[in-house]
């Protein structure tokens, strides 16, 4: 978490502090941690090196494309605005109560995070599915949900919001409740106290878990692909269309990675952006 | 106004019963050390925790106690008590400037931004900190940072303000102005302040009476003087940082000891036959060196081997294997002078005007 919340210059002296800290770890600790960076990096390297950047235009101006991404996004920020609503008020009550509740909750909220994507997709199909806990009610006031665009924010709510839950419960914990005490002796309200101390205290979590939460939704598979389907314009996300390009009779693997670079970019656009915020909020 | 405190409670396995009164224009120090209760006693006054029992009355509110017609006990949440804390740390916030943390108060409590504004650069001025209004809390110092809390919540209008070892984060000179800040405020914010501290120092300088706890109830309480002057008990005379022996008076006038040594001092004339206490501060013991073996019969003088060894503001504090309860504090330079170490036998006096009698009933 303190990674997360450092200050550029600050996390320039900790760089060197770190670096004069290397040299006394054991020599062979540096060998497979560059087999990690490597494994990390060579992927990508490999992704461009292999793409037909002649295509590329041609492959990501495609309607389809623009539509896959636009879908993507919208319903990426809309999933990331219902994780803020569901997870703030979950993270708050975990941070604050006592007893058993928030360890309780605290692994609820964690379970979408370690359940493979499609379970959780064919657990959402039980639940809100034709033949589903909730199907008949659904279908009696006329509301059909899988296969649908809102079946897409729906799965994509429930993968990320173990992101956003967890970061802001580590940010509220980390901050402690002695800035809330004193405001309330200053006669602070209750939301006066959430509103201009907890929040602003909370913001670089926050903003770190917002931005993760951002990231899993535009990367959601699995769940949306059980409980959502692949329909063009309906449900076929970015990450969709990549694989129906990948696996798609007719369709060259070279759209597919052009998408992918597409996606990529996107995430490496989001980390930037939270980035600069977080260099001013640290002004 | 004055806050009336009369409590029974438990914050999980700690009981705490106490009875206190803090005028307003006066500071109740609160001593007592780790684990005593101090802190369950301010969170209980802040409204952190519920009292099971009893009540808090704050100038003819109910905070806490007996409901005047049902049965139902009265709660003021901690933002309605208009009590105010000074902890330990400034808790500033981190994200507003110096004059947006003392405006936050006023601000919080419906006064409009322009006039809280100058509420705050008001009191701002009044701590000294007015050419820091816009710094954030990161660009200040300790010093700096506890001055501007100090502000902050008398700028709230508390009608209570409750200082939780506020001096002891900061540096022996900052501390210094940091009491002449509160003792400026005791007389002129005119709220009862409550100061809990483990320093009698802080009493001395600030309040006109003192509670001692010890383990959540209350050991002592009086005015300073009587209470660090004459602690009823060793527990208190330790934490008065005073040396109390009791012993019973003889026929000559000294007062004689379970451990075998003869006092005699000024104050009570006390019976014989009758028990008394006798008080007096480990700086105004004078030290020589050993003069010879066991002559330890003379009143006010005796004598032992140095067994512990402790720094003190200014010089060190010792103690004798012979005599493990009785301090002796010595400046650095009479310590390095008299080459004195653990293991070195020493002799001991003290002048009969330097020792406090008192009868024990």
């Known amino acids: 978490m303190s990674t ?105 909220a964690t379970l979408p995070l370690v359940l493979p994507p499609l379970v959780g997709g064919i657990a959402l199909l039980s639940l809100l599915g034709r033949t589903g806990l909730f199907g008949e009610v659904l279908a009696v006031a006329g509301i059909q949900i899988p296969f649908t665009t809102a079946a897409v924010v729906i799965a994509q709510t429930f993968v990320a919001l173990p992101f956003l839950v967890i970061s802001v419960e580590g940010a509220l914990r980390a901050v402690g409740t002695g800035h809330e005490l004193v405001a309330a002796g200053l006669g602070a309200s209750r939301f006066t106290v959430f509103r201009r101390v907890t929040l602003p205290l909370a913001a670089p979590g926050l903003l770190a878990g917002t931005v993760l939460c951002f990231a899993r939704a535009l990367g959601e598979f699995g769940a949306t692909a059980l409980f959502a389907g692949n329909a063009p314009g309906a449900t076929r996300t970015m990450p969709l269309a990549i694989y129906t390009a990948f696996n798609g009779a007719g369709v060259r693997e070279d759209t597919a990675i052009a998408l992918s670079l597409m996606l990529i970019v996107v995430a490496i656009a989001v980390l930037l952006l939270m980035r600069s915020w977080r260099t001013d909020a640290a002004r | 106004m004055s806050l009336k405190v009369d409590i029974r409670t438990r914050v999980g396995s700690f009981a705490l019963e106490a009875a206190l009164t803090a005028h307003s224009g006066e500071v109740l120090a609160v001593l007592g050390p780790n684990g005593s209760g101090k802190s369950t006693l301010l969170g209980t006054i802040a409204g952190l925790f519920p009292a099971h029992e009893g009540h808090i009355k704050l100038t003819g509110r109910v905070l806490e106690g007996p409901g005047a017609g049902g049965n139902r006990r009265v709660w003021l949440p901690p933002e309605r008590r208009r009590v105010a804390l000074l902890g330990q740390r400034a808790m500033l916030l981190p994200h507003l400037s110096a004059r947006e943390n003392v405006a936050f108060g006023p601000r919080a409590q419906g006064v409009p931004r322009t006039l809280a504004r100058e509420r705050a650069m008001s009191w701002l001025d009044e701590v000294g900190m007015g050419e820091y209004a816009q710094r954030r809390p990161a660009q200040l110092s300790g010093g700096q940072q506890q001055r501007v809390a100090l502000a902050r919540a008398l700028a709230a209008e508390p009608d209570a303000l409750l200082l939780d070892e506020p001096f002891t984060s900061l540096d022996t000179q900052t501390a210094a102005q940091a009491r ?182």
């Open chain 1, 4 to 108: 997360l919340t450092t200050s550029r210059p600050r996390a320039g002296r900790l760089r060197t502090r770190g670096h004069v800290h290397a040299r006394r770890l054991p020599a062979w600790v540096a060998i497979p941690a560059a087999v990690g960076v490597l494994l990390l990096v060579l992927p990508f390297i490999a992704l461009l090196v292999r793409l037909d950047w002649a295509g590329v235009p041609e492959a990501i101006s495609s309607p389809e494309a623009l539509q896959a991404l636009g879908l993507s996004l919208s319903t990426a920020a809309v999933s990331t605005v219902l994780c803020l609503l569901l997870g703030v008020p979950l993270a708050l009550v975990i941070a604050r109560s006592n007893g058993w509740l928030p360890a309780v909750l605290r692994t609820l």
């Open chain 2, 180 to 361: 002449r800040l509160i003792a400026e405020q005791r007389d002129r914010a005119g709220v009862p302040m409550i100061l809990v501290t483990h320093d009698p120092m802080d009493a001395v300088v600030l309040a006109a009476r003192t509670l001692v706890l010890r383990e959540g109830h209350v050991e002592q309480q009086g005015t300073t003087a009587e209470v660090l002057g004459h602690p009823r008990s060793q527990f208190v005379a330790a934490m008065a940082g005073v040396n109390l022996v009791a012993g019973v008076a003889e026929a000559d006038g000294t007062l004689r000891c379970a451990d075998g040594l003869r006092w005699v001092g000024r104050g009570e004339h006390v019976p014989t036959g009758e028990a008394a206490t006798c008080v007096f501060a480990p700086g105004s013991v004078r030290i020589h060196p050993a003069a010879g073996p066991s002559e330890a019969s003379a009143a006010n003088s005796w004598s032992g081997v140095v067994a512990v060894m402790d720094p003190v503001p200014g010089g060190i504090r010792l103690f004798t294997a012979e005599y493990p309860r009785l301090a002796i504090e010595c400046p650095s330079t009479t310590a390095l002078a008299l080459g004195i170490r653990p293991g070195v036998e020493l002799a001991f006096s003290i002048d009969v005007d330097d020792i406090s009698v008192r009868c024990s009933r």
